[in-house]
């Protein structure tokens, strides 16, 4: 079909003697569609496409690699906030410290944890799941981190706390921040419930975090953004 649009060109300084650079394609994104214009010989012909067609049209020529991962790690994935690496810790004793009320002196405790899935970008909070074992499947149950500061998502709340830019500092560094006696959305803890204190108070001292107490979250396919997947 015929079509004339705008003529956008892009001009050089005249003095440097180069032709104009005609417009050979354009793109129009709006909120529901978006549509290619390719102009050759004076025809124009449109295409609706869609965003994964731009977005690999755009990466055609960019090459993307994880670089060296860090031990633990057990996915790398291209997020909405950028790069997104998960970090396993499996199940240890971690000091943790309570801050029930302003001023006043936080509580500590010394807390078996299950294994912990940390979804970390660079400078930013992660997001935590828990996990009975080291993930090997998408199909890999995971279930809510029994920890206050977070949400059902698994986003936690950084408080007044400034992650590091290396990743691999992120777990330990979330577990030097002072918990308050907060979280949002279901339960924590299938004893307990929502009161988490209770099941921290219960655990403090011992040895192994008790599994069958966790509270299932989804699975391992869904973090990454695949779906359940066998």
Known sequence: MKLDLPGYQWDLPKDLEVPHDELAARVDIY???IVLYLLEKGAVTT???????LAAALLRHTTLNSGILPEGTLWWKMGRSGPEIALWRPPKIW????QEEAFAPAKRFELPMPGLIFLCSPGRPPSVFAAKSKPKLPSTPIYQAPLFNTYDSGATCPGT???PADITEIPENFFTCFFTRTTWGKQRSKKHGGDLLALWKEIDGKQSYPKADL??????G?????????
């Open 95 to 98: 000091k943790v410290a309570l």
């Open 161 to 163: 706390n400034k992650y």
């Open 47 to 53: 295409k609706v496409i869609s965003a994964d067609d």
């Open 222 to 230: 869904e973090l990454i953004g695949g779906g359940d997947q066998k």
């Open 31 to 33: 909120s529901e569609s």
């Open 215 to 220: 509270v299932r979250a989804g699975t391992v």
